[in-house]
């Protein structure tokens, strides 16, 4: 079966509930599929992701969010992760001391399953040994390691701490290699071309374009025409004001990238953002 | 109060006890709980101890009744000295069977995946073979080099000489109320010489020493590293110590010679009923480094605070000390270093963990003497706190009586941050797996220093800790 996300008249408020930022957002992403979504600065994009992997500080206060026709609102993000999906930040968090391959050896037993299993005890006793329930180390190290080569990323990074003084570039090619490991079902990647120098570029667009395929639908939000060159859209979004404004194929992208969001304020700005 | 004439009456009834048995395999030794004169001379008299001893056990003995007790840090007024045995024979102390040991231990061994071997040594059931065949194949390749690693009885009875040379020397009777404890009635502890210039490249580990005998209670130890001479040594272990007895009070003491390095690592997880309070101070002669690592996990109280004196010019010390408080504990750790000599340089790194209520503080003293110019030092104190009830506070102490020298302070105190929190979660851990991460993280830099096998359980034995402290 095709998963199929689907956002529905998405109403989403920062956690002091004061301020409305998504406004009623529809969007359908299914397996296979690669969306990008386009929009000007503070218009909601890095909000619309946050609420889908169910940070706490956003409240949905109308609409609804449905994977495979659930809603997954009362759901934990983790648990979210667990159903397949997957949110490439725009700003990746650095957890000082956690190292890269204990950090997804972790996530990736938690995604697959196998901390679902009782752990196994060494010694007679009932209970099992703390983290034997893990992927076993070996399989874990040879996947990451081919992942790592596959998608460009230094071996040496396994040892380095989560995201701690990495590079933009290398915080984002760490996002991919994430991706890699976690094998979502949706995938949402919020701006992961930003920063990056051209060789990075086609390095993280390369790994954008081997995850892609049957098995991955893909929002991939970003403010640039030029990751289009590399992967190319099914569809593309224009987000503007916490909302989906126009839906079209790839010539939108080049519409925006020559004429800028002026013509998209003009035609769906609010009064009194007009007036501003 | 017990007092020197006190002891001149007791030094009949000495007499008595020793005309009494004169058979020695006829000797019935009573323990008894309480502490006096007569104890300490019962238990000179069954470790056959020297006369310099007996009567450095007495001085201490009336400076600890002397003293008051310390009135800051946490709250000793429960500990019952008079409810307690201050000396039982080895064989005493064997009493106890598996079964006697708290379900919830027995637990934590199955959790933290201690080889079934190790475990009745752990609860303090008896003898463990394999670390015996262990220790006595090590202990050849040691006297090879001329490296002594003995029980600290062994050591007084082996070599007196020596030891009697640096035994109190670092830290005197009169140190503090508990060191006085200690120097009256210890018993067991491990006794350390490295021998000029010899590095003993493994670590020596109190773990594999302790075979037959229970921990004790008030165990003093003592390191001497000679000139260039270079040593690890490594107490304690990540399992919980189960304890019935709720009062250990050690006593370390450590000298390194010129250029000489010690390193000393400490990870305490007693049971939740235990006073802890434990005086460690190390002096460093010129160009010498000495490192302290020290972990505490367990006990419902410790007061703690490793300290390296520097005494000889360029002499180094560092201080890692980490406490994870839970209920009902009050973690007080710290560290000290004096830099009494010129440029001399020390670093201190505190990390506490407070959750469920428990509280956990860092103390801390740097004093810089007169003269000891061109001396660095920098302190960096994190706290984390799990929860709003729980309890971190600091107290850097700072003399420094000299100009020229470089001093830096930081501390923080912060919450488990849920950026952090989250981003974590996305990937599929749950809240709890989560914060026990970043719990982990926060400490890596003291467990990355661990010998492999500690770190591994160390780890784990953090994901127990974090257990239901989420939500
Ligand atoms: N946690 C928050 N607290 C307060 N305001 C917030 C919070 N998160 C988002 N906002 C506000 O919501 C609006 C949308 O922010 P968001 O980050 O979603 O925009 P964006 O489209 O991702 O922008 P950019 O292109 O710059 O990344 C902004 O006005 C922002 O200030
Ligand atoms: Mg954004």
Redesign the pocket.
Known sequence: MTSELVIQDLHVS???GE?E??KGVNLTIRQGEVHALM????????????AIMGHP??TVTGGDILLDGESILELEPNERARRGLFLAF?YPVAVPGVSMANFLRTAVSNVRGYTDQPAPSNGGGKSGVVGSNLMPMRDFRKELLDKMDEFNVDRSFAKRYLNEGFSGGEKKRAEILQMAMLQPKIAIM??TD?GLDIDALRVVSDGVNKLAGPGLGILL?T?YQRILNYVQPDYVHV?YN?RVVISGGAELAHQLESQGYQWVKDEFGEAELVAV | MATTSDREALSGVKEEYQYGFSKPEEYVFKSRRGLDHAVIDQMCDMKNEPDWMREFRHRSLDIFLSKPMPTWGADLSEIDFDNIYYYLRPTEKQGKSWDDIPDSIKDTFDRLGIPEAERNFLAGVGAQYESEVVYHSLQEQWTKLGVIFLDTDSGLREHEDIFKEYFGSVIPPSDNKFAALNSAVWSGGSYVYVPKGVHVDIPLQAYFRINAQNMGQFERTLIIVEEGASVHYVEGCTAPIYASDSLHSAVVEIIVKEGGRCRYTTIQNWSNNVYNLVTKRAIAEAGATMEWIDANLGSKVTMKYPAVYMMGPRAHGEILSIAFAGRDQYLDAGGKVVHGAPNTSSKIISKSISKNGGRASYRGLLKVAKGATGSKSTVVCDALLLDDHSRSDTYPYIEIDEQDVQVGHEASVSKVNEEQLFYLMSRGLGEEEAATMIVSGFIEPMVKELPMEYAVEMNRLIQLQMEGSIG
């Open positions: 920062v956690s002091d301020k930022v998504l929009g000007p600065n503070g218009s909601g994009k890095s909000t619309l992701s946050y500080h956003y725009q919020d701006e930003s939000i403010h987000f916490g």
